[in-house]
């Protein structure tokens, strides 16, 4: 597939449907700060779509808006916004009952879902992901937020009784944390930002929520809302560059909990920058390089089906992807020709296209880093197995089974999050094991196989390497009500349903000893519902 193949995927400026093309830019001027929405006069920062049109004077780059950019001192006008809505865990949101807060989520919920059409519009010109995966996003946290809130009802309602031992009344409940940062991933901009945002706030924590430089736009419509279901300062928003203005509020202390998805490097270092470090919880979703062990007597058919999947929905462009594949020497061949021709089948094209698989990428320099992987493992004795792998044009690459991967070449250790699938070989199973033994991250993994013994010996080792093991199937993360997280640097923290509510949370308990006089006190608090923390009121 040429260059000029590749460029003839992007459509003539007509060929856009109508009900997907951006009628014209959409220049954010405001952001959300302490309840209200500022207005910005400064600088912005332009976004350009990976999507380009074709024109007479070649592919052009579409530009779909801006956003502001703001500074350290505006950044920190919105943390004392945020720090004066909790205010020391007095203000009205942390006090607030669980069922008051409920009722403001589901205000937002409902809110929420009126903007569909928007944010899924712009998920798809902001980071090429396809129409039907962007409307999946979209709904996944439309009931991720519904589950989180039955979630949240069931741990209330086993919190509304009492403990009595050793003649010491008490009520264990979960209180907020504090002033929350917040940081998701521009795969998936709005869902993994959500999975962090919502828990955060439901708990009673005020939350400073930065987007993504890839996926900012798709927030904006979403602003008024927050701004409408929740008292003031209870959701404030930064934008800006990152190394700009996150290392002044890091810098403050006044950050109690950083909930970040990205890199391992960069969560390390803005942990150091807190002066109070062993106040500081966070809450990460980090680095991962997850492998696939197919087995010598594993399906190849199914283990194709799976590996094409988890090696490249989305481009490959997920941290649950697998980023590096292990095939027993004897089925290489085999396995490495039904994975070409599963390729082949693949559909590139443009994000509202039906059907479509492989879109444009939105990092800039994620083509030339491909390549560069692909380069490097080429000189280093390995070969690109499928046609027309790596060839690629402006933001499109076509995806590249890399043959065989040993130790050395970049994209043995390293992350490529993007559409390359790294395949190496092994004679004793031994090798895949030592290999995620020996690898920094810990995420997940994928076995292959049909014997049952040698899948339970597999899964007793790799157990206690990573935090999920799959059998015939993909690495991924859902259901949302299983636990997500990583050994070494790929995690730290919990996020699920449940855990996420436990990560921004402490269980904290009102005790008293057991007398006439204390429980009168108690029982006369209860019976006039004087406390929104003491209570034995039961949400349904």
Not at 274 to 289: E, M, Q, S, V
Not at 340 to 346: D, F, G, I, P
Not at 382 to 390: M, W
Request: with cysteine; proline share 6%; charged share 25%.
């Amino acid at each position: 597939m040429s260059s000029l193949q590749l460029e003839s995927l992007f459509p003539l400026s007509d060929q856009i449907p109508a009900e997907y093309a951006l009628t014209e830019p959409l220049e954010q001027r405001e952001y959300l700060v302490g309840g209200a929405m500022k207005a910005w006069n400064g600088n912005t920062q332009a976004v350009y779509s990976p999507i380009y049109t074709r024109t007479a004077e070649g592919a052009q780059q579409i530009r779909i808006g801006s956003y502001p950019v703001v500074d350290a001192p505006d950044a920190m006008e919105v943390l004392y916004a945020a720090v004066k809505a909790y205010d020391n865990g007095r203000g009205e949101w942390p006090t607030m009952s669980v069922a008051d807060r409920l009722a403001c989520m589901d205000t937002f919920t409902k809110k929420m879902v009126q903007k569909k059409a928007e944010v899924v519009k712009l998920l798809m010109w902001e980071i090429g992901k396809s129409l039907a995966d962007s409307e999946k996003e979209f709904d996944r946290t439309v009931q991720y937020i519904h589950d989180t809130m039955d979630e949240l009802k069931r741990i209330d309602r086993e919190n509304s009784k009492f403990i009595i031992e050793e003649g010491i009344i008490g009520q264990v409940r979960r209180s907020p944390l504090g002033v929350v940062l917040c940081m998701g991933p521009f795969n998936y901009p709005l869902n993994e930002t959500y999975t962090m945002l919502i828990p955060a706030i439901l708990m009673g924590n005020v939350v400073l929520f930065k987007p993504p430089k890839h996926g900012t736009l798709l927030h904006y419509p979403l602003l008024e809302a927050f701004k409408e279901s929740f008292p003031a300062g209870v959701v404030n928003t930064v934008y800006g560059r990152g190394n700009t203005v996150i290392p002044t509020l890091m810098q403050s202390g006044k950050i109690d909990v950083l909930g970040l998805i990205g890199s391992s490097r960069v969560a390390s270092d803005l942990k150091k920058m807190h002066p109070k470090t062993n106040r500081l919880r966070a809450i990460l979703g980090l680095d991962a390089k997850n492998a696939g062990i197919i087995l010598e007597n594993a399906d190849l058919d199914l283990a194709v089906k799976e590996c094409v999947l988890g090696a490249l929905s989305f481009n490959g462009q997920r941290c649950t992807a697998l980023k590096m594949l292990w095939v027993h020497e004897s089925r290489a061949e085999e396995f490495l020709d039904k994975l070409s021709q599963a390729v082949s089948h693949l559909k590139l094209g443009m994000p509202w296209e039906k059907g479509v698989n492989l879109t444009p990428l939105p990092e800039p320099n994620k083509p030339a880093y491909l390549i560069e992987c692909i380069e490097d493992a080429k000189l280093k004795g390995a070969r690109v197995v499928n046609p027309h792998g790596g060839e690629n044009y402006k933001s499109i690459v076509y995806p590249a089974i890399v043959y065989p991967v040993t130790e050395g070449m970049k994209v043995y250790r390293e992350e490529q999050f993007g559409p390359l699938i790294p395949v190496a070989t092994f004679k004793s199973e031994e090798e895949p094991i030592q290999y995620l033994i020996d690898s920094q991250h810990g995420q997940q993994v994928s076995i292959f196989g049909t014997d049952p013994l040698e899948i339970a010996n597999l899964v007793d080792q790799l157990v206690n390497q990573v935090s999920r093991v799959n059998i015939n199937a993909q690495c991924q993360r859902g259901p949302d009500m299983f636990p997500f997280t990583g050994r070494k640097d790929s995690a730290e923290g919990t996020l699920s349903v449940n855990d996420a509510l436990r990560s921004f949370s402490i269980r904290t308990i009102v005790a008293t000893k057991e007398t006439a006089e204390n429980k009168s006190i108690v029982n006369e608090i209860l019976r006039d519902n004087e406390s929104n923390f003491l209570s034995t009121r039961y949400i349904l």
